[in-house]
């Protein structure tokens, strides 16, 4: 391996752990802000349409982190829609078929 070479894997390395720290560091942040805030709107205030878009985007947050996760653990394909629909499905089994998993890219064969 070549001079640059050696430089290029350290580079890579940092360039993948910068964005790694600051996610971690930001979802921690927004996540503690999310919560603070749900614990001070009664749940009857929240109209249906809001909470279920909240609960898609929240979800759709969780699938993407569960694929870079996967990916970087080089788990057995396969895993990820499975977790993706058992998290999806938590609140709202009814929910975890047909259309609703779409937003991941599934069909409800797949889970």
């Known amino acids: ?14 360039d993948t752990d910068g964005p790694i720290q600051a996610l971690r560091h930001d979802v921690s942040e927004q996540c503690v802000s999310i919560a603070s805030s749900i614990d001070t709107i ?13 609960l898609r985007e929240l979800r759709q947050a969780v699938a993407a982190l569960v694929l870079v996760v996967e990916r970087l653990a080089g788990g057995p394909p396969g895993r990820g829609p499975a977790m993706i629909a058992a998290i999806y499905a938590r609140k709202r089994p009814d929910q975890a078929t047909g259309r609703s998993l779409g937003c991941f890219g599934l069909k409800p064969e797949e889970t």
């Open 1 to 14: 391996m070549s001079d640059a070479d050696d430089r290029a894997v350290p580079r890579t390395l940092a």
């Open 42 to 54: 009664p749940s009857e205030m929240v109209p249906p349409e809001m909470r279920e878009r909240w």
